[in-house]
């Protein structure tokens, strides 16, 4: 694995949903930064070739809309019961399941798990970022994992970037 990107799911809609949490949808806001992430990546080049994802109506709105941007088919993902409010160490986990031919892998999911997961690969980076979340909705942490062996997740990493919605460019539509 080359790189390794971890995408926190767009804003959703707490306020006014009433169904059960797994369920709940992406509201207006993002529904518009998801598919802007999505361009941002294609402009950089981020074009993963696994992806593992929760099946939480949120993350698979995200991850759709930025997959579409991307020119990837959504049927690629492996849509992961495990990933769902998953802590840092389940996620740790499943990236030992990612094939050892992929280069470019996203892990899409939720909070606290992904900061967890963040802080444990790359402490210091982590914790040099300024704002008092390292993820908020629909960030993208974009880091490059030491080698490890077949079979076994990245135990450090160096953060390249954190991308956050108010980031990107406003000539980006």
């Known amino acids: 694995m080359e790189r390794l990107l971890l995408l926190r799911h767009a804003k959703s809609d707490r306020a006014g949903w009433r169904g ?11 529904r518009r930064d998801a598919p802007r992430m999505g361009r941002w990546m ?27 941007e991307l020119g990837i088919d959504p049927a690629t993902v492996v849509w992961e ?3 769902y409010l998953a802590p840092g160490s389940a996620l740790l986990a499943l990236l030992a399941a990612v094939p050892g ?14 900061e967890e997961l963040l802080r444990g690969l790359a402490p210091e980076e982590a914790a040099a970022l300024p704002g008092d979340k390292l993820l908020p909705t629909c960030t993208l942490a974009v880091l490059a994992p030491a080698p ?16 956050r919605p108010r980031d990107l460019p406003e000539t980006l539509p």
């Not at 070739?49 to 709105?61: G, T």
């Not at 062996?149 to 160096?158: D, E, F, K, L």
Request: aromatic content about 2%; charged content about 25%.
């Open 20 to 30: 059960d949490d797994r369920s709940r949808p992406l509201n207006a806001r993002g």
């Open 101 to 114: 031919e992929a280069r470019t892998v996203l892990l899409a999911g939720h909070n606290p798990g992904l």
């Open 148 to 163: 490890s062996p077949p079979g076994t997740p990245p135990r450090r990493a160096r953060l390249l970037r954190r991308v």
């Open 42 to 68: 294609a402009a950089q080049g981020l074009r993963p070739d696994w992806i593992v994802a929760s099946p939480a109506r949120r993350v698979e709105e995200t991850v759709r809309a930025v997959l579409a």
């Open 81 to 83: 019961p495990a990933a």
